[in-house]
C-alpha cells in the first residue's frame, strides 16, 4: 500500500498559467481533503470531495480553483492563471471517512513566479 | 469560524525535558487528532481521542481530550532529538463542518 501518492513534488509556473495538482488515494479511501499550507502556519481546509461529488468547497476560492474527483483516477485539484499569492504547499489527505484519521501525502509545492 | 489555538507557537527544550503542548477552542468537537509533521512532509497521525476526559499513551507522549470536548493537550516525558517537529492539533465534527479544522500548530526543536 503506497499510501496517499501527490504529484509533482514541486511545481513552478508563471504568472498566469494554469497549475494542475495530482492525488491518488489510499487503497479503499473513497474520501479526499485538499489543504493549502504557507511557511509557518496551519493547514487551511479548501475542498472535500467523494467519487464524482463535490461534499464541501467552502475553504475554495470562487474564482480560478476547481477540484474534481472523477471515477477513475487521480483527484485533480486545478488553479488557473496563477498568481504569486497562490504560492504554497497543497495536500491531499485521504480516509475511510470523515470521523477518521486522515492519511496525507507529502505534498505538492507550488511556486509561480 | 471555528478556531483551534495551540500554545506555544513555537517552543524550544533540551533533551530529556518535559513539555506540553495545549490546543483549545470554543467549539465543541466529535473527536480530536494529534498530527506531526517534519519539514517537507505531509503531517503524519499520531492519535485520535473521542471520549471526554479521555487520555492516551503513546510511548512517551500522553494525549489528553477535555471533559468539555473543547480542548486537548499533548505531554512528552524526556523529550528526544527525534521529537522535533511541528505538532498540530485537528477537529472533526465541530459545528457545520463535515472535515477537519487544523489548530495553528506548535514547532516545538528538541536541542540535542
Known amino acids: 500500500n503506497a499510501g496517499v501518492m501527490q504529484n509533482p513534488r514541486h511545481l513552478v509556473r508563471r504568472r498566469g498559467q494554469e497549475a494542475r495538482l495530482r492525488c491518488s488515494p489510499m487503497?479503499?479511501?473513497?474520501?479526499v481533503y485538499w489543504y493549502r499550507q504557507l511557511p509557518e502556519e496551519g493547514l487551511k481546509f479548501m475542498v472535500y470531495?467523494?467519487?464524482?461529488?463535490?461534499?464541501?468547497e467552502s475553504g475554495m476560492p470562487k474564482e480560478r480553483f476547481s477540484a474534481e474527483f472523477p471515477k477513475e483516477g487521480p483527484s485533480i485539484l486545478r488553479i488557473q492563471q496563477v498568481v504569486r499569492g497562490d504560492s504554497a504547499a497543497y495536500f491531499c489527505?485521504?480516509?475511510?471517512?470523515?470521523?477518521?484519521?486522515?492519511?496525507f501525502g507529502s505534498g505538492t509545492r507550488l511556486t509561480v513566479v | 469560524t471555528q478556531l483551534l489555538e495551540q500554545s506555544p507557537q513555537f517552543l524550544s527544550i533540551q533533551e530529556g525535558e518535559n513539555l506540553t503542548v495545549y490546543c483549545n477552542s470554543s467549539?465543541?468537537?466529535?473527536?480530536l487528532q494529534w498530527y506531526r509533521q517534519e519539514p517537507g512532509e505531509g503531517p503524519v497521525l499520531l492519535v485520535t481521542?473521542?471520549?471526554?476526559?479521555e487520555v492516551k499513551k503513546l510511548k512517551r507522549l500522553t494525549f489528553q481530550f477535555g471533559d468539555a470536548r473543547k480542548d486537548s493537550s499533548l505531554h512528552i516525558t524526556a523529550a528526544q532529538p527525534g521529537d522535533t517537529g511541528l505538532y498540530l492539533c485537528?477537529?472533526?465534527?465541530?459545528?457545520?463542518?463535515?472535515?477537519?479544522?487544523f489548530g495553528t500548530g506548535t514547532r516545538l526543536t528538541v536541542i540535542p
Open positions: 481521542v473521542v471520549t471526554g476526559g
Open positions: 470531495l467523494q467519487k464524482e461529488n463535490i461534499i464541501d
Open positions: 487503497k479503499g479511501h473513497s474520501h
Open positions: 485537528a477537529g472533526a465534527g465541530g459545528t457545520g463542518a463535515n472535515n477537519l479544522f
Open positions: 467549539s465543541v468537537f466529535s473527536s
Open positions: 489527505a485521504s480516509s475511510y471517512g470523515t470521523a477518521n484519521g486522515y492519511t
